[in-house]
Nanobody
């Protein structure tokens, strides 16, 4: 059974940094496209950063470009989202999603909310709160 688990969220002041981790059991994330999504209260879930498994290419939403970085550690079967210069607008529940790379052509495609289902996996979500 495949499980995707996020960790690393919490409370941070504006301008601070957090690193989220996405780990999996049952699959090798090296073969999976990974997407980081977030959902703020009253808003739809949006893709903020994604990485392809085919060529390692990455995609960032305009709202996080230059501040967030996605990376893989294949030895640890983990994908990270480094978040710097956080603002209160980054407050949300952050989700990791994984989908077999054969189904995803480009990193940007993985960041489409509808791309995950079917055949993909969602983590349980991790709260990130940025105080002003």
């Amino acid at each position: 059974q495949v499980q995707v688990v996020e960790s690393g969220g919490g409370l941070v002041q504006a301008g601070g940094s957090l690193r989220l981790s996405c780990a999996a059991s049952g699959v090798s994330l090296e073969d999976y496209a990974i997407g980081w999504f977030r959902q703020a209260p009253g808003k739809e879930r949006e893709g903020v950063s994604c990485v392809s498994s085919r060529d390692g290419s990455t995609y960032y939403a305009d709202s996080v470009k230059g501040r967030f970085t996605v990376s893989r550690d294949n030895a640890k079967n983990t994908v990270y989202l480094q978040m710097n210069n956080l603002t209160p607008e980054d407050t949300a529940v952050y989700y990791c999603a994984a989908k077999a790379g054969i189904f995803i052509d480009a990193a940007q495609d993985m960041c489409l909310r509808d791309a995950i289902e079917p055949m993909g996996y969602w983590g349980q979500g991790n709260q990130v709160t940025v105080s002003s």
